[in-house]
Nanobody, 115 residues
Framework: QVQLVESGGGLAQPGGSLRLSCAAS????????LNWWRQLPGNPRELVAT???????IYDDSVKGRFTASRDNAKNTTYLEIDRLKLDDTGVYYC?????????WGQGTQVTVSP
C-alpha cells in the first residue's frame, strides 16, 4: 500500500543541523511532487518545501537559505536538511506526496531544538 515513513528527527542544539528522511513505497515515486510540512507548537501545519518531479525545489520564505529539500528517485526517498537550527524550528515535520496515485502523508517526525 502507499506509505511514507519519516525518520531523522530528534533532539538537536541551536546552530546544529539535522537531516530528515522520508522513505516512500507503494506508488510511482518519480512521478510524485513531494512536500515537506511542519507543525510548530500551537500553530497549523505549514508548507516549507516542495520538490518537483524534475528535482527543482522551492521554499517558504521563512526557511529559505537554511532548509534544503531533495529527492533520490532510485531510493524512493526525499530528504530535508535543516541547517543553523533555531529554537523555533521545534515541531513535527511531515512529508507528503502527490501524484497520479493520489495523495499520501507520512506520520511525522519530531524535531526538538534545545540548548
Amino acid at each position: 500500500q502507499v506509505q511514507l515513513v519519516e525518520s531523522g528527527g530528534g533532539l538537536a542544539q541551536p546552530g546544529g543541523s539535522l537531516r530528515l528522511s522520508c522513505a516512500a513505497s507503494g506508488f510511482a515515486f518519480s512521478w510524485a511532487t513531494l512536500n515537506w510540512w511542519r507543525q510548530l507548537p500551537g500553530n497549523p501545519r505549514e508548507l516549507v518545501a516542495t520538490i518537483f518531479t524534475g528535482g527543482s525545489s522551492i521554499y517558504d520564505d521563512s526557511v529559505k537559505g537554511r532548509f534544503t529539500a531533495s529527492r533520490d528517485n532510485a531510493k524512493n526517498t526525499t530528504y530535508l536538511e535543516i541547517d543553523r537550527l533555531k529554537l523555533d524550528d521545534t515541531g513535527v515535520y511531515y512529508c507528503r506526496a502527490v501524484g497520479p496515485f493520489g495523495e499520501a502523508w507520512g506520520q511525522g517526525t519530531q524535531v526538538t531544538v534545545s540548548p
